[in-house]
């Protein structure tokens, strides 16, 4: 089946669906491809209320995020959305992309402009029987959990002191797990102090400087050696000790999903701060290829917030290309781009700073 729109998102996480809002709003053709049967992203997996500023929703639930953008793109009779179906391939010189739905129904989807907002996935840990089943990601385990009702164990080990493994470690606890305990390579907590001290008040031992040496088990996890590391992160051999756990949750980091940027042949550059391949692109957030744009954890990882605000860019930018410019929408971009600076700013955007000094000078 054949479809024109004059803008296409990929991905209806955070970043996709303010971009979505942003060009219904407009009166734009626009189509909102989704692997998943729901929108929303990671978001759906938040049960937890949001940090950060009151106008990202700080206070409100990641879900109920979720549904506020999608009541409104409801709203939007230009808008269509197409769920089950995910962007499987790019074909430059037809301009053609492809999209399969349900694994059965192939769409060629052409367009005008192109907002690539795929997010990031999981990445996992190199060690002995890292396949056994009872090893997770967090990611999994939220979504088994926060959206399925389903506890994926009891005895658990979660490995990475960020954000993501203590929010979801606290989470485990809510739900009647027992957390022996946290574990990371890296000589400090890398998630926030409140965040920690909460997870510690119910008993939680944090280790820093330890990692996983093998996970033991028969046909599913029954054990894990952990191991204390010295600053250059070599195991010190002769202190790896045994902690019984039937699921071991690696929470350690994310990769952007840039893989139809590649196909697109947009300039991409390897940023370890932003966790990735990334693409160079200017301040609409438009690539090197004109008409092709990016937005939230595939441009970098970071933060919905930041999707949020990359989203809401780079619908801007794809609606001054199709010669959609007004006085209401400059106010909204200028708002936009001075926000994003202002919650990257400080020690905590340092990182994210000096990551995208090397992708926005172009
Ligand atoms: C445990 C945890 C807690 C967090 N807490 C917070 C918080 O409190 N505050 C905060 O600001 N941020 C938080 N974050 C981070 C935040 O969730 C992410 O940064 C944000 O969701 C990124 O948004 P996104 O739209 O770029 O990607 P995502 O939310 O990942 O959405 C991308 C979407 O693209 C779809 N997709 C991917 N590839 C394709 C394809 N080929 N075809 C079709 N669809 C595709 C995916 O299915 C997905 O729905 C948290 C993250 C985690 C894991």
Known sequence: MKHFFDVVIIGAGPAGLCAGNILGNAGKKTLIIERDPFLGGQLLKQTHMFFGSRDQYAGTRGLDIAKIFQNELNSYPNVSVFTDTTATGYYPEEKILLAMKD???LYEISFDQIIIATGASEKSLLFENNDLPGIFGAGAVQTLMNMYGVLPGTEIIMVGSGNIGLIVSYQLLQAGANVKCIIDAAPHIGGYFVHAAKIRRMGVPIYTQHTIHRAIGKTTLEAVELVKVDNSWKKISDSVFTESCDVL??????VPMSEL??????????????????????????????????AGDVAGVEEASSAMLEGTIAAIGALKNLGSWNAAIEKKCVHSLEYLKEIRYGPVGEKIRSGLAKVEAR
């Not at 949750?249 to 994310?254: E, F, N, R, S, Y």
């Not at 042949?265 to 932003?274: I, K």
């Open 249 to 254: 949750c690696l929470a350690v980091g994310l």
């Open 261 to 294: 940027l590649w196909q697109m042949g947009c300039d991409m550059n390897f940023v370890p701060e932003l966790g990735g391949s990334v693409p160079a692109r200017n301040q609409w957030m438009e690539t090197s290829v004109r008409g092709v744009f990016v």
């Open 103 to 105: 694994e059965k129904e």
